[in-house]
């Protein structure tokens, strides 16, 4: 072990205190993004003084399943003075905050390089965990308690912008879905007159389609006839390295759309693997939608050229206020199109039934004033912005090694 590390066991201590003092207490897990969340466990019937009380400021981890998921639930307790997790989990606290800094050692736990040597020790075990004493071996630099505090001051700026711009993204969401169903569901769009259309005496229509009024010289259009033009991905072979050994192309799996806008993909093929397979280029602003598993039904909208798999639909707009409108469009009505999927082991969707998806066409530039193309422009800067933020926090946190240093 470098000369400048310490074994975190030097710094920490387990706390043991059972839940058999008849106060109701919050049940939590950890998750591997390393957050304190509400348990989903079914406890009916259970014997809760079994379960370990935790504190605001102490620890709680589980190291069972190290080897499978190469990332330790660990977290700090903030959100709570008190609370209960499972016995399976371990509970500690430092011993010195004098000497070590609670947030400084969440910073270093949350580091890849802690969970990358947590995972190789487990090794040696079949199932991937490891013992307390294998934790308390991880190395770890302990700079004076001045020098974390600024570590730690920088960190939170860093976490909290990317914080202020998830809820300013999750503002915009919102704001989205609003205009969409006040102008497009409610048709009280704006009329001529700036006055909401329905109720101020708007012409409606009877369709005898959807059986319901519409607006006047609206129209029911299906997602072939609006779009310009609809693929399906698909996946080179994996038994052929040349085709994934390259950055030269994003290909796009279906769990990384998300009800999202997509700026990025996990992996890349090559060109020959473009050309010797299904995949199909996607322009920039293509919608997408997914077709199978459990993400069936997911609506994503590309902010970078990429292939796909298979299992995602990409619904190519003429322009991006049609793909903005089309993309909140199928997001509202999400929950439908979901429930629709069909097949055995698996749920599906298929390109058929996407191409038929029915809905409203709005007359005139009512797509163009709405704006939903501005709010998607924005999500994507802020979130653009935020993967810049999460690069400098990994910098910082892969630096934080040289503090005794600096």
Same mark, same amino acid.
């Given at each position: ?49 079994? %379960?370990?009380? @935790? ?34 989990? %371990?509970?500690?606290? @430092? ?9 400084? &050692?969440?910073?270093? &736990? ?74 497009? $569901? ?14 101020? *005496? ?30 399906? #991905? *698909? ?7 040349? %085709?994934?050994?390259?950055?030269? @192309?994003?290909?796009?799996?279906? *769990? ?5 806008? $997509? ?10 693997? &473009? ?24 609506? #994503? ?12 639909? #990409? ?12 993309? %909140? ?12 999927? @069909?097949? #055995? ?62």
């Amino acid at each position: 072990m470098k000369s400048n590390y310490k074994k975190l066991g030097e710094f920490i201590e387990q706390v043991k205190v059972d839940n058999n003092d008849g106060i109701d207490r919050k049940l939590l897990g950890v998750n591997l993004d390393k957050e304190f969340i509400p348990s989903v466990a079914n406890i009916v019937g259970t014997d809760m003084e079994s %379960y370990s009380v @935790i504190k605001k400021g102490q620890f709680g981890c589980k190291l069972m399943s190290v080897g499978r998921d190469k990332r330790v639930p660990i977290s700090l307790l903030n959100d709570y003075d008190e609370a209960i997790i499972s016995s399976a989990y %371990y509970v500690f606290e @430092i011993i010195d905050r004098e000497k070590l800094l609670n947030d400084y &050692l969440m910073m270093w &736990l949350s580091r890849p390089e802690s969970d990358r040597y947590l995972w190789f020790i487990s090794g040696s075990d079949v199932r991937g965990g490891i013992s307390w004493d294998d934790f308390c071996t991880l190395p770890i630099v302990v700079p004076e308690i001045d020098k974390q505090k600024e570590i730690v001051k920088e960190y939170h700026i860093i976490i909290n912008r990317i914080k202020l711009n998830e809820q300013i993204i999750q503002k915009l969401e919102e704001t989205a879905q609003s205009i969409y169903r006040q102008w497009f $569901v409610d048709f009280e769009f704006p009329d001529e007159d700036g006055k909401p259309y329905k109720s101020n *005496g708007g012409e409606m229509v009877w369709d005898d389609v959807l059986e319901s009024e519409i607006p006047s010289k609206w129209k029911v259009i299906c997602v072939k006839d609006f779009c310009s033009d609809m693929k399906s #991905g *698909g996946t080179p072979s994996r038994d052929n390295p040349d %085709y994934w050994n390259s950055n030269d @192309i994003p290909w796009l799996k279906t *769990g990384e759309i998300g009800n999202n806008i $997509v700026i990025e993909t996990e992996e890349f093929i090559s060109h020959e693997g &473009l050309k010797n397979s299904s995949a199909k280029l996607l322009p920039k602003g293509t919608v997408l939608m997914s077709m199978y598993g459990v993400n069936a039904g997911d609506i #994503g909208i590309l902010r970078v050229e990429s292939t796909t798999n298979q299992a995602c639909c #990409g619904m190519i707009c003429k322009n991006d206020s049609d793909a903005a409108f089309l993309y %909140y469009q199928l997001l509202i009505n999400q929950d439908f199109h979901s429930r629709q999927s @069909i097949g #055995g082991a698996q749920e599906n969707l298929s390109k058929d039934y996407i191409e038929r998806i029915s809905f409203l066409l709005p007359d005139n530039d009512l797509i163009d004033r709405c704006n939903l193309r501005v709010i998607v422009d924005n999500r994507e800067l802020l979130t653009r912005e935020i993967k810049l933020l999460n690069n400098t926090l990994q910098l910082l946190l892969s630096k934080i090694t040289l503090a005794d240093h600096a």
